[in-house]
């Protein structure tokens, strides 16, 4: 005979609708996880990482740490025997000064490569501006050739008055010369009217012989 606890377990029902797990959303973000390491900012130690480069790079850096130093040697040497923390040769002040420099090589590289990455990405951006100038700089090149070639295919005033002039010198021409033709000739026009006609209309409506 089968124990009523098993009984129960073979009568659970199994698979999808069997699972009463909760399962994560993908609408929503996932939990934090924690972890046992402490969590730091990569950024906020590189911006201290800068800061302290930057000292360490400056007149003050040298002054106060050059006023240590002598303090430093003046006190083991002149202090008393009993107070002195560091004796000659001043093993200590050394042992201190090359954990400084093993500290300040990591963070000075540190904030150079940093600079590096901004440099790297202002050159970038620099690099597309230059390209989009100089593509600018060509489309307003071509649109100003153009321009001169639609201007030079304009009309402009001092041509079309030169124009209009040898206009009205040809037909005053013309009309002295017809003029005096007409006084010579008399009644010789085509159809007897007078002379020939400056103009088709002055001509008459019939049609002319030597058409045929």
Known sequence: MVPERD??????????????????RLDQPRAPRRR??????PEAFGRLSERIARF?????????????????VVWNVSAPSDLRFDNYPFIFLTLMLS??????????????????????????????QN????ADTEYLTREIAALRMGLGEVATRDWIRS????????????????????????????GGHGGPGVFPADRSPGRDTDDR
């Open 7 to 24: 009984a129960t377990r073979e009568r659970t029902p199994s698979g999808a609708t069997a699972s009463t797990r909760t399962r994560a």
């Open 36 to 41: 046992l390491l402490p969590e730091w900012d």
């Open 56 to 72: 360490l790079g400056t007149g003050r850096f040298i002054v106060w740490m050059t006023i240590v130093i002598i303090l430093w």
């Open 99 to 128: 954990l400084q420099a093993s500290y300040a090589a990591p963070l000075i590289l540190l904030a150079q490569n940093r600079q590096d990455d901004r440099d790297r990405v202002n050159l970038e951006q620099d690099r597309k």
């Open 131 to 134: 390209e989009r100038s100089i």
């Open 163 to 190: 124009e209009l002039q040898d206009v009205l010198k040809e037909l005053e021409d013309r009309r002295d010369g017809h003029g005096s033709h007409s006084g010579h000739s008399g009644h010789s026009g085509p």
